[in-house]
């Protein structure tokens, strides 16, 4: 019923059954967001925990998810009056209907958006299966999703997903996601090093990663896990969408070392000398001096003062199937690398 009638009031009144809205607040950088001329798509999600995560892990709550950043969504109640309204015409008795404000909604509390910064390499390590190569046969589990639709199915922003992905290493190939071993990072790396070195490419200088990532094909290896290692190991500000690559020398110093020493995990204590040998092997020629433990620094273990060994870490889920692999075929550019290194 109206609660003012006399002719400086405001007619208002209670809509006798009242319908259920939720006030959802939106920061001003999502409000720019959405005002802009081609507003993105925006989802909203639930985010439990992964099943990777440690007990006791946050519990799962609501997310609307941007292309770029990801908010949770949290209900606060509030002691205020906060009514829903829309105009309408209300009729008193004989009386001429005339404008009233009506209340179709009562709102005891507000849903608020506040940014989530998680990473998503807990989920991308639960959605992606192990890509091994033992003896130059694929050791792998068919999961038939592209980047796109494993990115689909984790509810953070595609931005958390990409960085988390590059974190991986993890790369598409045959119509399936997949993220690499330990070992089979070691091995890829070995055929990227090699190609570079017998093509004369200088690794943190542009160059054409395409090309390179052709060569590593040659030796039977994914071209997308070459362009992957590529952009995991860029250097700043380098464009790892296009066909040139730049790799950042520091960051191939400490990646090469810390997987060969991961991959070693399981076996005896290794003995340093024989480590940092092996490690100088792996880098271009004129980063060997470059090998030293200062940087793998808290990647390894020393149990006595001349061996090491890796962190443990869990070891990856047995694959399910076997993906078979025709055995590595050299490519010329092998053979010339071999001379390259008999000089």
């Not at 990777?52 to 709550?61: E, F, L």
């Not at 209907?97 to 005891?108: D, G, L, N, V």
Request: proline share 8%.
């Amino acid at each position: 019923m109206p609660t003012q009638q006399n002719e400086r009031g405001v007619p208002f009144a209670l809509a006798h059954d009242f319908q259920h809205f939720r006030l959802l607040e939106l920061p001003p950088d999502l409000v720019q967001l959405l005002e802009a001329p081609n507003p993105p798509q925006l989802s909203i999600k639930s985010l439990p925990p992964p099943a990777s995560d440690t007990p006791g892990a946050q519990p799962a709550y609501a997310v609307l998810c941007t292309p770029s950043k990801t908010f949770q969504i949290r209900q606060v109640q509030t002691s205020n009056s906060v009514f829903v309204t829309q105009p309408t015409l209300h009729a008193h008795g004989n009386h001429i209907p005339s404008p009233t404000t009506c209340a179709i909604a009562a709102c005891t509390a507000t849903l608020e958006l506040h940014p989530v910064d998680l990473s998503a390499v807990a989920y991308l390590q639960d959605a992606l299966p192990v890509y091994d190569i033992i003896a130059g046969e694929v050791d792998a589990t068919h999961n038939a999703k592209s980047k796109a639709a494993v990115f689909s199915d984790i509810p953070l922003s595609n931005r958390q997903c990409e960085q988390a992905w590059t974190e991986l290493v993890a790369f598409e190939s045959s119509a399936c996601s997949y993220r690499p071993s330990v070992d089979t990072l070691r091995q890829v790396w070995s055929s990227i090093n090699a190609a570079a070195l017998a093509e004369g490419m200088k690794l943190d200088s542009q160059f054409l990663g395409y090309d390179l990532a052709e060569l590593v094909r040659e030796e039977g290896y994914p071209a997308s896990l070459a362009q992957a290692i590529f952009a995991h190991l860029a250097a700043a500000g380098q464009d790892t969408s296009g066909q040139w690559s730049c790799l950042d020398r520091k960051k191939v110093v400490s990646f090469v070392g810390r997987t060969l020493l991961q991959a070693k995990q399981g076996s005896a204590a290794y003995p340093v000398a024989d480590f940092v040998d092996e490690w100088k092997d792996s880098l271009p020629e004129a980063w060997r001096g470059d090998a030293d433990l200062k940087a793998i620094d808290g990647a390894y273990d020393s149990p006595t003062t001349t061996t090491i060994v890796a962190h443990a870490n869990p070891a990856p889920a047995t694959p399910e199937s076997v993906v078979p692999k025709a055995t590595a075929a050299k490519g010329k550019w092998h053979e010339r690398f071999a001379k390259t290194r008999n000089k």
